[in-house]
């Protein structure tokens, strides 16, 4: 994806103004909540379904809510809007997203999933710089390095129960956060910024679908036997209201506001989903990680806050 591609929509720097709207600021707040136990849903499903699998079962089953939700909103799911290309794109990034972060829940704890994945803000933040022509103040680059640090600490130094495989997990993550940061961007900055978010959406998880179909082939997972009821209610949960709501109303939100001022509340996704993991699954968790943990939602913060001295771009949505 060019340089050039992306800017279409942005042909000015932009800078981040003021913050979100009371309105916008407690529907991020809902969506942080319910991405915080995200992580942990898929975590506590895997004994009974194998995590390929498990992607592709929610990406299926997420596809039918936004055909019937578009459909009662009078979306054009088959019109030729230019919107074909950036969304097999967005879909392949999307696919490929889930099955490093699903793999990576194999490996790591619900706890460390959930700091890792939520790294996807700065690098938002470095890409709205780069395509988008959003300026970075001096206090947000210092929040990326900072982000950064905290990332570091947390894979590089020795912990408990913390092996390569657990190291590779949190990596696999990571690059999960990467695709979800550029699968925002190719939202933002491509023509899928004028589609309906059902539309949008519905692109990544029907191009999903076989992409993970073909990574559980590969790696030779099945269903040894039925998932018990809250496996299957948690597949319901990350498929019904994961993918096929809040997702949407997140592609809704990228579509309305900068994407830096919408990330700017994801930061404190993490905290929910380690609290979430400690409590529910008893993830331990140490002084080093907690530091580390809090340096990234500290770096994230600062990555994401208004500069006072910055005048706001009128023609960028409040």
């Not at 390569?164 to 999960?176: C, E, F, H, S």
Request: proline letters at 6%; one cysteine or more; glycine letters at 8%.
């Amino acid at each position: 994806m060019s340089t050039q591609a992306i800017t279409t929509n942005a042909a000015r720097p932009v800078t981040a103004g003021h913050g979100l709207p009371p309105g916008a600021i407690a529907i991020m707040l809902m969506l942080c909540v319910s991405w915080g136990f995200n992580q942990l849903a898929v975590k506590l499903a895997l004994p009974d379904v194998p995590p390929m699998l498990q992607a592709m079962i929610r990406s299926a089953g997420a596809l039918p809510v936004m055909l019937i939700v578009g459909w009662a909103r009078g979306v054009k799911f088959f019109e030729r809007d230019g919107t074909l290309l950036p969304g097999l794109v967005a879909g392949l990034m999307f696919g490929v997203e889930f099955v490093l972060i699903f793999t990576g829940l194999v490996f790591t704890s619900a706890s460390r999933a959930s700091v890792f994945l939520y790294t996807a803000p700065f690098f938002v933040a470095l890409g709205s710089h780069q395509f988008l022509g959003e300026r970075l103040s001096a206090t947000q680059w210092s929040g990326l390095a900072l982000s950064f640090a905290g990332v570091a600490l947390a894979i590089g130094v020795p912990q408990p129960n913390v092996d390569a495989k657990v190291l590779l997990g949190d990596l696999l993550v990571v690059g999960g956060g990467v695709l979800w940061a550029a699968t925002t961007l190719v939202a933002k900055g491509t023509n899928l910024r004028r589609a309906a978010p059902e539309k949008a959406l519905g692109y990544q998880a029907a191009v999903s679908v076989p992409i993970l179909a073909l990574a559980a082939w590969i790696s030779g997972e099945h269903l040894t036997h039925m998932p018990s009821a809250l496996s299957i209610s948690l597949l319901a949960y990350q498929a019904i209201w994961v993918v096929g709501c809040t997702f949407v109303i997140w592609f809704a939100m990228v579509k309305t506001y900068s994407a830096s001022k919408l990330s700017a509340f994801t930061f404190i996704t993490p905290l929910f989903g380690v609290v979430a993991a400690y409590f529910i699954m008893h993830d331990t968790l140490t002084a080093v990680f907690g530091v580390a943990a809090l340096l990234v939602v500290a770096g994230l913060y600062l990555v994401n806050k208004p500069d006072p001295k910055v005048t706001p771009d009128p023609n960028v949505p409040a």
